[in-house]
């Protein structure tokens, strides 16, 4: 298998082992620190009371919907070997860590995610390093495709969690 084909074909996988946490970790850890999340960033209160009325069932939908993407975006890549709009979900995937770390750091304690974040920050360090390495994207691409990514991400964030909250009344 080509090693571009394989770094492409891991992301939903690595995508869905960090997801797994959170989807396993979310509900009972907002409904045990969300009253403290509102009171230290009340600016964040509507997110964090929307996170905290989230379901499973509702966040493991949301979750669904960008695995499709995810899914359907690497299939693409790999047929197509057009790897830009790929590369944009990979880069807002890697920020998405990030900002897991950054929330642990600043919390000072476990956060849904953490665990995984850290254990998925090597493959897209790598990722990233290889893309640059040989070539393919160069640091404009990566600032492009950041943008282009973080966008996509914030949303279709609300799309899939608006769909989770739909489909969990309904079920």
Known sequence: MDHIVLLICLFPVVFMLHDFEEIIMQQRWMERNADELSRRFPVLRKQIMQLRELSTTGF???VAEEFIIISGVSVYAVLSQHY??????????????LVHVGQFVLLRKYIPAIVTSLLCLPYAVYVCYFFYSTGLFTAMDFLLGGILGVLIM?????????LGRRLDALI
């Not at 914030?154 to 608006?162: D, G, Y």
């Open 154 to 162: 914030v949303l279709n964030l609300k799309l899939a969690h608006a």
């Open 84 to 97: 830009f709009l790929w590369m944009a979900l990979f880069l807002a995937f890697g920020i998405h860590l």
């Open 60 to 62: 493991a939908i949301a």
